[in-house]
């Protein structure tokens, strides 16, 4: 499984390679950040000719292993200026990685603005006509895509933001039963996807088979270890029945709940938003609360999230959803928030960015702080493309700008996502340092056991997770198996080992980490990123959070130190 | 004349410095980039309490030296993030010279948004309230705080823009007839004033008398010797003739006149707007076509642009303007770029950044190019403060991002004057490496007798400017003074020793100029700034002038090469 496959969306020529021997053992973020070093010039117009739109699945990718079907895009992010791979769930790593692809690499500009779909099968690929479905929103999209190509494709596609070039454009990925909700929702690859004239791509894995594993016995014999741990783990547990929004008490009680844009970290309306509401509210109203986004997935951190009538708003509905648009523009209203979210999703929006740019905008005075059904408007906006809709979906940075507003939480101009970096400190630490701008996947410390408000410890925290994650954004692997298997390293190697026939240790995995941070980092320094960047905005270390009494107090040094190995 | 007065806006206190050693022998520009280098953080924000607003005069300021009374006004700037200098005629720098002042220092950010004037005079400093001012345009500011504080007194000050802190805001000088139209336009300075809570500072000189020269005798020898060179300089005539608007001819001939949002460097209506054309329409309407911004200076480059009826528009049209509104927008007609030029001055935002924006939104599609009557609607939108305005008056990047565009004009976030720089390649350089952002006074090299379409050159001849110009910024020197004082250093070096009783050779003159732009890179390097944001956005690389046929090919290394010393 070493086949990278070109296509050039100017000449529309496409071309199958053998992966260079660099790239044999990379998958996933791995594989983007040294396949971007290597061939993208850092300093390129993220909107131009010279990036590079690249699909990967994990080195897993394809393969029985549970949770191992992950999707990674990425490219040079217009939002940020810097390297991006965003990591989505659904179905479309999967059937990439069960057709032998190694990653699909989309580069130049069409002629003449052209609009495509790509569609990719067993039988090859095809660049196909897109002016039809150029317009159309995400879910219709997937519907029209589906019932031309049959229910068993995988569609990856952007909405409107996407063909208007949304810094806040995010890439629609179906799930197993063809819902286009598995947001790669950051950084702005749904703009770059835009700009390369490409409404979707359609895969069609028909034909092809699950990758076996090169060891089949101890395959077998490892799985069961794996499957043990994931279900004995009480956070997997938690998952399966809460999704991730068990996450709104943990943060809401160290104040870390980013509510009203970011101002304080506890919200009144908390337990209106919560795990156990949301989980009542699904129940009731005989949705689900516990949905696979892949098929094979033990944690099953998803859920469907239905109206009164019991007709399906959106799905999933998850944390940072409730964060951004929940709280933190101090709404407590769960159905705005599906609502919201479904809105987000139908136009092909990063519901984080958004929610932060909504959050810039209420404090600027365009609407009232809790006003849902002008938060609901201003969503439409952004569908629309007027004029605060492009304002807006350009995200909170730009926002923030236009507006006059100084109080904007970003950090290399991505929002920060669901942790007030002054209530959860970790995070805070996360989002200065991690090459992809504020970014909570990147390096989670939310649930571990230090206090949250004290800088003690942070950096070394956020360190260790932000050089233990890319281990599964390189494998395929949700993040949130790390939890569980976390504690067993050479489980972990013993998977890779056995399934692709390599003998890796774990330190050798956390090596093939290392090198993908220092590989992003390495990007980012030649596009002009210095360590000025690797800071949180000034109100952080000045202001306090208004829950907390806090401000952020990790040096300047500690951040240094944070990239600095040996 | 070392006294330096520091005024903290939050405590309302002032306090009379004598300024440090190492700022005797630094004025003007020079003393910003140390003072802001020594005190004020990098990584800032730029509308935050830690930055600080300077206005120093030069070295001269207050002498008898003709064309020595430039105001340097000074912060780190909102539109760049980066040092900011930005110079301006009038009359301020020569009362503030006058009364002793080597620098005003504004710290901090006034409690509760209060609004205030500060009244500068022999008997000290007062700080009024200022709410009555607010709100109020350009024009009018200057009118009523001269009829409150009598016709002699300077005024610098902001309009609406600065109020609303858009980063095109300049701030505004009076002249010798108290017109505010000497403008500190780039950077966003009127934002950083606004910030502060200040709508102007008034500057009574009554009782302060010129500088007195250290040694009268041989001051007054080389004062005939200067006063004969300018005499004899044929730059400094055709100024006194023309004016700037000479240069259009000359860039318009090289395709180096920008054109249609810096598509194209000859434009078609080009002998509508230039020198001629605007000389016979001023004699013809019976306005001023030699007018001079500050008392003594004999380049006398401004002008004053009556309408049919012989009642002033604007005073002055200059080339900038002429070329950023007027070629840039696809208009030829002097009436209308006046008009936009007066309605920019009484608004309070810079002509270059605007015009820069408008032609952003043109090729966005807003309004077309050539529509005078939308360009001047768009202006009263950025005074309104409406969205568009809001947009528009953030500058040409924000305008850009929002819009879509990505043919953007700009470095550093500021946009390019009126020299494309394809076409006249020596101020591709000087834009691209200069601390400032894009800048034409930072090293102009368009009246230089080189191929300007050819790389060839270009960038030492744009080095050999950057390195020469800060000598006249520093002492408070117009710079067109450089185009017939070049080739006589001894003769600047005489003037200053003999008025300050200094012993500088010219090469010291040369050596502060250099520490002038090395502070600021250094000053730039500790915000963020890389040899990355010393280059021309992509499009300059790659897309020809239409004009000319070239593209901007001068190498990286090339540029790298500009500031690297010895």
Redesign the interface.
């Known amino acids: 499984m070493n086949k990278i496959l070109r296509i050039n969306m100017a000449s529309l020529e496409q071309k199958l390679e053998d992966g260079n021997k660099d790239y044999e053992l990379l998958g996933g973020r791995a594989f983007i950040a040294k396949f971007l070093l290597d061939e993208v010039k850092?300093?390129?117009?993220p909107?131009?000719r010279?990036n590079k739109l690249i699909y990967t699945p994990g080195l897993l990718g394809g393969s029985k292993v549970f949770s191992s079907g992950r999707i990674s895009i990425g490219a040079k992010s217009p939002l940020t200026g810097g390297i991006k791979e965003s990591n989505g769930g659904g179905v479309v790593g999967i059937k990439l990685g069960r057709l032998g692809y190694k990653a699909i690499v989309i580069e130049d500009l069409p002629q003449n603005d052209q609009k495509y779909i790509i569609k990719i099968s067993a039988e090859g690929v095809e660049i196909l006509p897109g002016e039809e479905y150029w317009g159309l929103k995400v879910y219709e999209t997937a519907a029209k895509l589906r019932e031309r190509f049959g229910n068993k494709v995988a569609v990856s596609c952007i909405g409107p933001a996407g063909e208007?070039?949304f810094?806040s454009a995010g890439i629609a990925n179906t799930d197993a039963e063809g819902v286009p909700s598995r947001y790669s929702g950051r950084g702005g690859l749904g703009a770059v996807m835009g700009s390369k004239g490409i409404k979707a791509l359609v895969i069609d894995d028909s034909g092809a088979k699950m990758h076996e594993p090169a060891n089949s016995a101890e395959f077998n014999e490892v799985m069961k270890e794996y499957a043990k741990i994931l279900k004995e783990s009480p956070v997997v547990e938690a998952y399966n029945t809460y999704g991730t929004s068990a996450m709104v008490q943990v943060t809401n009680a160290v104040g870390g709940l980013p509510t009203r844009n970011f101002s304080a970290g506890k919200f009144e309306g908390a337990e209106k938003i919560d795990a156990e509401r949301l989980y009542d509210t699904i129940t009731s109203r005989n949705g689900n609360p516990t949905h696979a986004c892949m098929p094979g997935c033990m944690i099953r951190c998803s859920n469907v999230y239905p109206d009164e009538q019991g007709n399906t708003v959106v799905s999933p509905l998850e944390y940072e959803t409730i964060a951004l648009m929940g709280s933190n523009l101090s709404i407590d209203n769960l159905d705005v928030i599906a609502k919201l979210n479904y809105l987000c999703n139908d136009y092909g929006i990063d519901t984080i960015e958004t929610g932060a740019a909504i959050g810039v905008a209420m404090e600027g005075g365009v609407i009232p702080f809790g006003d849902a059904q002008g938060a609901i408007e201003l969503v439409h906006e952004i569908g629309k493309g007027s004029?605060?809709g492009?304002?807006l979906g350009?995200g909170a940075a730009?926002t923030g700008?236009?507006?006059?507003v100084?109080n904007v939480p970003v950090v290399k101009g991505q929002s920060m996502p669901g942790y007030e970096p002054r209530g959860i400190k970790g995070l805070g630490v996360t989002y200065a340092t991690s090459p992809m701008g504020a970014d909570h996947t990147a390096g989670a410390t939310a649930r571990a056991k230090v206090d949250h408000n004290s800088r003690e410890g942070q950096a070394a925290l956020s360190k260790k997770m932000q050089y233990t994650i890319p281990i599964y954004d390189d494998l395929g692997l949700c993040m949130f198996v790390s939890a569980a298997l976390g504690a067993y390293p050479e489980v972990l190697a013993k998977l890779v080992n056995t399934q692709l026939g390599t003998n890796y240790s774990s330190d050798d995995l956390f090596k093939l980490a290392q090198d993908t941070v220092q590989w992003e980092r390495e990007f980012n320094r030649?596009?002009?990123?210095?360590?000025?960047?690797d800071?949180l905005?000034?109100?952080f270390y000045e202001e306090q959070n208004l829950s907390t009494g806090t401000v952020f107090d990790v040096s300047d040094e500690e951040l240094d130190e944070v990239h600095k190995l040996g």
């Open positions: 850092p300093s390129c117009e909107l131009g010279h208007m070039k810094f004029l605060i492009r304002v350009m730009i700008k236009v507006l006059g100084t030649r596009a002009g990123f210095t360590n000025a960047d800071r905005p000034e109100h």
